[in-house]
């Protein structure tokens, strides 16, 4: 198993025909075991033998994509998910498929699958786009927007806790930093977390001859366990949070930064409980005497 590593850029994590491939069965770092994350540009299709992980799949982009799966009784399906222009253009469709499936994906375009160990399986379920929550989070600078895929009040899952955020170009998220690394019931989780982040010309911006999108992460320890990242993050980029405080997370001038988020831990219950870090939880008072980012909701 490798060292301890927690931020992997744009095709460090590829393999065979994944664009990133990050296995809690055979993690990327030392002590990585909750959660598992799979983006691929589809070229031909691409199948996942069945195992012990429970899967939300959707499209980052492109046209669309055909989901066939066998569950574990010996039913089948196909599910087809709508496209969508990018990251940056809404929620999409997406597919829940429970532990012990065989799955065949095909179509075309970017497609993203967040993973985690499952001990017990659910039954298959499909959102479409329409039904998804859409979330404003924070306000001002703040300004956030959230597609909630996989939370545990809108997902009957496992383990597996996943979601989108979209910020907007100068904006921030992740603020006041936060930590879920330890299990308090009502109060804290102990999760771990990926993030995997896309970085593109602001909607509101013409687009120039030339570009780099960039953003920032900031990562760093609460207790004696050593975690401190501070990153430059461009498209492709992963980073892994194992325990600790996290946030806040930037979009560049003139940048809209997305992330894909994928949780999961060993409580006894499934459920997102954060801390707010002491000396930023007065951040949130500040909210209440600012707007939305009106750039946002970002839809189609």
């Not at 982009?61 to 089948?76: A, C, M, Q, V």
């Not at 196909?78 to 990251?87: E, F, N, P, Y």
């Not at 907007?168 to 977390?193: F, M, Q, R, V």
């Not at 930023?280 to 839809?299: C, F, H, K, M, V």
Request: with cysteine; glycine share 8%.
């Amino acid at each position: 198993m490798a060292a301890q590593k927690w931020f992997f850029r744009d095709k460090e994590l590829a393999h065979s025909e994944w664009d990133v491939h990050i296995d809690p069965l055979n993690p990327p770092t030392a002590g990585w075991q909750y959660t598992g994350l799979r983006v691929a540009t589809l070229k031909n299709t691409i199948t996942i033998a069945p195992d012990s992980l429970e899967r939300v799949l959707f499209p980052l982009d492109g046209p669309g994509l055909s989901i066939s799966y066998t569950t574990s009784d010996g039913k089948s399906a196909t599910q087809s998910l709508r496209g969508r222009a990018s990251v940056f253009h809404g929620p999409a469709d997406f597919l829940y498929l429970p532990r012990d499936t065989h799955i065949t994906i095909s179509g075309s375009g970017r497609i993203a699958i967040g993973e985690a160990p499952a001990k017990n399986s659910k039954a298959p379920s499909f959102t479409p786009k329409e039904k998804v929550q859409v979330l404003l989070r924070g306000a001002g600078k703040e300004s956030r927007q959230v597609h909630n895929y996989g939370m545990p009040d809108t997902l009957d899952a496992d383990r597996l806790v996943v979601c989108e955020v979209i910020v907007p170009s100068g904006n921030w998220s992740g603020a006041p930093a936060h930590k879920h690394d330890c299990y308090i019931p009502g109060k804290e989780s102990n999760l771990e977390e990926i993030y995997y982040f896309e970085v593109a010309v602001s909607r509101s911006t013409s687009h120039p001859a030339q570009s780099s999108p960039f953003g920032y992460f900031r990562g760093f320890s609460a207790d004696d366990r050593p975690y401190d990242v501070t990153e430059e993050v461009r498209c492709g980029d992963v980073a892994l949070v194992p325990y600790g405080w996290h946030g806040p997370t930037a979009a560049g001038p003139g940048y809209d930064l997305y992330f894909f988020n994928v949780m999961a831990g060993p409580d006894p219950d499934r459920s997102w409980n954060a801390t707010d870090h002491p000396d930023q939880a007065w951040i949130r008072e500040t909210w209440n005497s600012q707007p939305t980012d009106p750039r946002l909701p970002y839809g189609e």
